[in-house]
């Protein structure tokens, strides 16, 4: 029986986590509060159903808008997850931060018209200007 664990953790190693389940989505994500809380171009974003993600010491919360929250390493700053402070049956956990983050397949950018114009990707995935349509 293989059991999955995906595992991984902030810079000073205080939190680490582990995903027993197969990311369920993978984007890219271009808005402004990813560029500000990554201080990075965009953010990359791996899926996790809520339930199966668990950490050594919770991350500090930030509530970045009515609808989402961000966590965060208080002592070294990594950024390691995004949360929908509505529905809560999926974490998103901040990729850059995997063990092992060149295994994920991303699959899409959200809020590509926010992407920034020296951003030069060659890739192929579905750009979408906001969230993904729903379908
Ligand atoms: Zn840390
Ligand atoms: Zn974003």
């Known amino acids: 029986m293989s059991e999955i664990e ?5 810079l000073c190693r205080t939190i680490r986590y582990t ?4 990311p369920t989505w993978v984007n890219h994500c271009h ?5 500000q809380q990554t201080g990075a171009a965009m953010a990359t974003w791996a899926t996790f159903p809520s339930t199966s993600v668990t950490f050594t010491v919770p991350p ?6 009515d609808s989402a929250e961000r966590g965060f390493c208080a002592r070294c700053g990594s950024t390691l997850t995004w949360q929908s402070r509505t ?5 998103d956990l901040a990729a850059g931060t995997l063990d092992e983050p060149g295994a994920l397949a991303p699959r899409e ?10 951003l ?3 890739d192929t995935l579905p750009r979408h200007d906001e969230w993904r349509p729903k379908t």
């Open 60 to 65: 500090a919360i930030y509530p970045s808008s």
């Open 6 to 10: 995906i595992t991984g953790g902030c």
């Open 120 to 122: 030069d990707l060659s």
């Open 109 to 118: 950018h959200l809020f590509w018209s926010r992407h920034l114009a020296w």
């Open 87 to 91: 529905g809560r049956g999926s974490i």
């Open 19 to 22: 995903a027993t389940a197969e």
């Open 31 to 35: 808005c402004r509060d990813c560029q």
